[in-house]
């Protein structure tokens, strides 16, 4: 048993080993021999800087007289005039004084006295256009002469010229590999690909991970058992799908149904952003996809993993100009695709949440042969979802997952993760060691509604309107027959605008609402300006949001549901359709004047009918809306069970 573990070890050692060979487009250690050569280079330049730096301060130091004393030219004519000074040397700058002629300096040297030499003082001062200055030299009788100006030796030329230069050129270099290494890449290596690519055996999440998206995974595991066991399928003569396109909202967990399909399968997953291809240089995310796919070739069988495909995949030839980077991205990519065999084994996998804009071409068979829908979980996908979730956090006895479930209809896996998240952190600062039912339900609001803001304080006036308001959108739907129930109502103000908020809980699922279902949704909405009116006999601008929902669905059911008297089985199209087909007919309508303007009374119409029948109810029920106002002004919440025991006990009266 203990040899065979060894034996096991042994080979997983082999294979890591194996893999961890340096591949083009990825990162590994260099070898010591290649440090030990990128250490010699480097120390080569730092000698070669400190060498110029060594030879600059001997010429500086040799260049320097020391019996030289720079003195102002007022002092330099005095010691012409005392004596002190008896030979004069002109340069083009200076005048420089000695203290002997010519026939003493002359007498010093036929001596060979050289101490006595290096002792002769000398004095300087920059020359002035003085007049009188020759005049006065010949007056004393001061011998003089002029010297060329002076040519630098080779030594100083370096200095001067090449030191600077070789400075700068490896400034220079340091600073664009400084550069290109925060780019994640070299200087001169735009052509590579950015995949992040997580070896066979690093991926660790499964298809257990994933909840919600059943009928997904079902899809997916032809693929796994594909690249598991393709001879099966090339001996049937059966052919996998090239490419896989998964379609669906944000935070849906198509990127986590990936990683589950490269961890079941166990082979290297290359995952990469369709922006990612794109640069400002025309022709890098052609070359980016050719190395993209030539490493996955390299390394087959693996995965080819490009999140929001669309960045690169959209329809060619739509608006008046085109994209030429982008396009020939694209172009490429479908090449490669179509350069694929069944016995490559390389599977592409894509995600976009924008299928409706994807070139043709990219979504025919043999390309992206099949498209898997990734939807929004349903009340049991959801569920188990938060079972995932909540895992690894400290949940109290009370807590009810399913009655979560319930009341988190229409959010997506990645709400609820963020959900249970957040609700672990009120747990926190609530001072509590486990995360209770309420830290769910406040992390659901703060989800839907926005952050509480208790410290925006409002004048009264404006807080019982607020809660007439609120009211009158919670009796709307108590008394209407196809409204969800309420579980909450609220003046708190919560998010950017709202000052308070009506929380309604579906008790299932829907996929299709009929007409009396769709008219019994703008009486909810519209309860609230009804409201304001019974008690105030005028309304107010808290309805905005209210009436814009209303009114728009009151249009689809005109212009796409064929739910009108005159346009029963039709669809209106939106003028807006020209813009996007990039015929350059953007604001053409598709229908008459006379179609609009009938679109317009019909939404008024029937919007005024269904508040004028939550009018009608209101203002029969006026006692029971002071009676839940007044509670709600007192307590600032009320949930379901309280909201309803008030209705229920009026009515009983």
């Not at 809306?625 to 307590?635: G, M, N, S, W």
Request: aromatic content about 8%.
């Amino acid at each position: 048993m203990d040899k065979n573990n060894d034996r096991d070890k042994s080979n997983r050692t082999d294979s890591s080993n194996s893999n961890n060979k340096k591949e083009p487009g990825i990162h590994n250690d260099d070898s010591l021999l290649s440090r030990l050569k990128n250490n010699k280079h480097r120390y080569t330049f730092v000698f070669f800087i400190f060498f110029f730096i060594a030879l600059s301060l001997i010429n500086s130091f040799l260049s320097v007289d020391r019996n030289r004393q720079e003195i102002e030219y007022n002092v330099f004519k005095n010691y012409i005039v005392s004596g002190q000074i008896k030979r004069i040397e002109i340069t083009d700058e200076l005048y420089i004084g000695y203290p002997v002629d010519r026939d003493e300096l002359v007498a010093v040297q036929e001596t060979n006295d050289l101490r006595s030499m290096i002792n002769i003082a000398t004095y300087s001062t920059y020359r002035i256009d003085d007049p009188a200055f020759i005049p006065l030299l010949d007056e004393q009788g001061v011998e003089y002469y002029a010297t060329a100006p002076t040519q630098p030796s080779i030594l100083q030329t370096i200095i001067s010229w090449i030191l600077p230069l070789a400075i700068m050129l490896l400034l220079w270099r340091f600073l664009f590999n400084k550069m290109g290494k925060g780019m994640g890449q070299g200087v001169m290596s735009f052509n590579q690909n950015k995949a992040k690519i997580v070896a066979e055996g690093d991926t660790d999440t499964r298809f257990d991970d994933v909840a919600g998206a059943d009928e997904s995974k079902q899809e997916l595991e032809e693929v796994v058992d594909f690249l598991k066991d393709s001879k099966k399928y090339t001996d049937v003569g059966g052919k996998v799908p090239k490419g896989v396109l998964l379609v669906g909202p944000p935070g849906t967990g198509k990127t986590l149904l990936a990683k589950a399909v490269a961890g079941e399968a166990g082979v290297p997953f290359f995952k990469m952003s369709g922006a990612d291809f794109v640069e400002m240089f025309v022709g890098v995310g052609a070359a980016r996809v050719r190395d993209l796919f030539r490493q996955a070739r390299e390394k087959a069988p693996c995965i080819i993993f490009i999140d929001e495909i669309d960045a690169i995949g959209k329809s060619r030839g739509g608006g008046i100009s085109g994209n030429d980077e982008r396009e020939q991205t694209l172009n490429q990519l479908l090449v490669e695709m179509d350069g694929f065999n069944s016995a490559e084994s390389v599977i592409i996998l894509g995600a976009t949440n924008r299928p409706e804009i994807l070139d043709p071409a990219l979504l025919r068979p043999g390309r992206f042969d099949r498209q898997v829908l990734v939807d929004k979980p349903d009340l049991l996908g959801r569920h188990e979802i938060l079972k995932i979730h909540s895992k690894n956090v400290k949940l109290s006895e009370e807590v009810d997952l399913h009655a979560i479930a319930q009341a988190t209809a229409g959010l997506s896996g990645a709400d609820l993760a963020n959900i249970v998240n957040e609700s672990a952190l009120l747990a926190v600062r609530n001072k509590r060691k486990e995360v209770a039912q309420e830290d769910l339900m406040e992390a659901i609001e703060k989800s839907i509604a926005g952050l509480q803001r208790k410290g925006r304080i409002m004048n009264p006036k404006e807080r019982e309107r607020v809660a007439y308001h609120e009211v009158g959108h919670a009796l709307a739907a108590y008394f209407t027959t196809g409204a969800d129930p309420v579980i909450k109502i609220s003046i708190i103000p919560r998010g950017m605008s709202a000052l308070g908020y009506t929380l309604q809980q579906p008790t299932e699922d829907r996929y299709l609402l009929s007409k009396s279902e769709i008219l019994d949704t703008i009486v909810v909405l519209m309860g609230g300006r009804a409201a304001e009116e019974v008690k105030y006999q005028e309304i107010s601008t808290g309805a905005g949001n209210d009436i814009s929902r209303a009114s728009d669905l009151v249009r689809r059911m005109i212009t796409e549901y064929g739910m009108s008297e005159q346009f029963r089985n039709i669809t209106l199209p939106s003028g807006q359709s020209q813009t996007m087909l990039g015929t350059g007919l953007g604001g053409q309508k598709e229908y008459s004047e006379e179609t609009q303007q009938y679109i317009d009374t019909q939404t008024a119409q029937i919007v005024n009918i269904e508040y004028d029948k939550i009018v009608e109810l209101l203002s029969s029920k006026k006692d029971l809306l002071e009676l839940v106002t007044k509670e709600l002004l007192e307590r600032e919440t009320l949930d379901g069970a309280q909201f309803s025991k008030l209705v229920a006990d009026y009515e009983e009266k």
